[in-house]
């Protein structure tokens, strides 16, 4: 039982940055990966970046050296900083919770538009 809440989606401009929130709830206990997918319409859902019980963190090659996922352990939140955001990067993002018996948890999304 894992709930999902994202935040921090908005209106930028180009080249500004935001910060997702993903705070969660429930039995976090057997969660393995934590991820932030996007999803653009007419596109399908992409992985944007993970971030592993062991603190290791994997990124889509469209986002590398732009994003950064990150985690608060103590209050059961993951972060996911975006700077230099460009168009491409308008989707809605959601996290997701994988467990380690391979089910997934998401969010309900967060809009992220880049725009002037």
């Known amino acids: 039982q894992v709930q999902l809440v994202e935040s921090g989606g908005g209106l930028v401009q180009p080249g500004g940055s935001l910060r997702l929130s993903c705070a969660a709830s429930?039995?976090?206990?057997?969660?393995?990966?934590i991820g932030w997918y996007r999803q653009a319409p007419g596109k399908q859902r992409e992985l944007v970046a993970t971030?592993?019980?062991?603190?290791?963190?994997n990124y889509a090659d469209s986002v590398k050296g732009r994003f950064t996922i990150s985690r608060d352990n103590a209050k059961f939140t993951v972060f996911l900083q975006m700077v230099s955001l460009k168009s491409e990067d308008t989707a809605v993002y959601y996290c997701?919770?994988?467990?380690?018996?391979?089910?997934?948890?998401w969010g309900q999304g967060t809009q992220v538009t880049v725009s002037s």
């Open positions: 997701n919770y994988k467990t380690d018996y391979g089910y997934d948890y």
């Open positions: 429930g039995s976090l206990f057997s969660i393995h990966v």
């Open positions: 971030i592993t019980n062991g603190g290791s963190t």
